[in-house]
């Protein structure tokens, strides 16, 4: 048998039951080119990974019986993925809908916000409470949204919480991050807070006909603010085909953004979309999700019943249990490959 840099037993789980996460957690200890052995004893276990290894450009290189039953197959990773950090695993981020009202009205949001929208704000005390639990939980990160999370008047208050317990991102359109807000960023921590602003064209036209007149030069002063003042960003842009996301990306190392912080996604038909890839929540990986409403699966359907998991966020610790528990338990996921959306 060929030796393997890294092994996991995965007892009798298979895709349906547990085995994906394992095997992406096995992925994150490899280094380029090593090896990695799955040994289990579901029947399924070589199909699954199989469908696996084709869908990411990963190549099953030995598959062999293991005494006591079982079978022992050994993969080495390839690249192809949907974009994000690569060395961050999505369970980890732990999201926050601050609010679900905008000042824009873009013709795809996944959440169908807009400036009539019902604001559904979440409350700052149990932002605090969520923040202060999501270290103990596992978590590594918090992202911030919306709706537009620069329309409530205390963000500067959520994102000091947020940003003091873990590295936070703050996800916006970048319309509202000059005049009288630039003092209110002046006080935010840099080494703890990153600015993801949606910016969908090199070209302002092709922007704003999804996003609203004058959307994409607001959006470049902001970029531009946050810039100056020191903070991280990242760019991230929703296009419906693969040439529109590569001349993107073309784009954004022209202008001097690293791959890390190019973030160059298809469309999800959600919300107000009417065409993009349609997903279920068998589709995605869990990202814990928290909203005025509840707990739900995935950012990219926190305003959607079949994404909806529990009302209450607190504690925290049963709430991603609750997350966990469907993970490993429901059955939709049989002869499927759960994946990742990448929404930050």
């Not at 959520?158 to 590295?167: M, S």
């Not at 890390?260 to 929540?281: C, F, H, K």
């Not at 529990?310 to 499927?336: C, H, K, S, Y």
Request: negative net charge; proline residues 6%.
């Amino acid at each position: 048998m060929l030796p393997a840099k890294v092994e996991v037993r995965l007892d009798e789980r298979d895709f349906a039951s547990g085995a994906l996460p394992a095997l992406l957690g096995g992925l994150r200890e490899l280094g380029e080119g090593e090896l990695l052995a799955l040994v289990g004893t579901s029947p399924r276990l070589e199909t699954d990974v199989s469908t696996w290894a084709r869908l990411t450009g990963s190549a099953v290189v030995e598959s062999t019986p293991v005494s006591g039953g079982g079978v022992r197959v050994v993969v080495r990773p390839g690249t192809a993925d949907l974009p994000g950090d690569a060395a961050e695993d999505p369970r980890s981020r732990l999201w926050l809908y601050t609010n679900f009202d905008c000042n824009l009205a873009c013709d795809y949001c996944c959440v169908r916000s807009d400036p009539g929208k019902t604001r559904d704000w979440l409350p700052l005390e149990t932002i605090r409470h969520v923040a202060a639990e999501a270290r103990d939980v596992g978590f590594h990160r918090i992202l911030v949204t919306g709706g537009e999370p620069f329309l409530r008047p205390d963000i500067d208050d959520i994102l000091e919480t947020c940003a003091y317990h873990l590295p936070t991102t703050v996800l916006t359109n970048g319309s509202l991050l000059s005049g009288p807000r630039r003092g209110m960023l002046e006080r935010l921590p840099r080494d703890r807070l990153t600015f993801q602003v949606s910016l969908d064209s090199p070209e302002a036209s092709r922007h704003d006909a999804h996003r609203g007149t004058g959307s994409w030069n607001r959006a470049r002063s902001g970029i531009r603010t946050v810039q100056a003042l020191g903070f991280r960003v990242r760019i991230a842009a929703t296009l419906p085909s693969p040439e529109e996301r590569a001349e993107m990306d073309r784009w954004l190392e022209g202008e001097g953004f690293a791959p890390e912080d190019r973030l160059v996604r298809p469309l999800a038909l959600r919300g107000r979309a009417s065409t993009g890839m349609a997903l279920t929540r068998s589709d995605v990986e869990p990202e814990l999700t928290v909203t005025a409403r509840g707990v739900y699966w995935h950012p990219v359907g926190a305003a959607d019943a079949d994404f909806f998991v529990r009302a209450d966020a607190l504690p925290l610790a049963e709430a991603w249990q609750g997350v966990q528990e469907i993970w490993n338990d429901d059955r939709t996921f049989a002869g499927r490959l759960a994946t990742v959306f990448h929404c930050a």
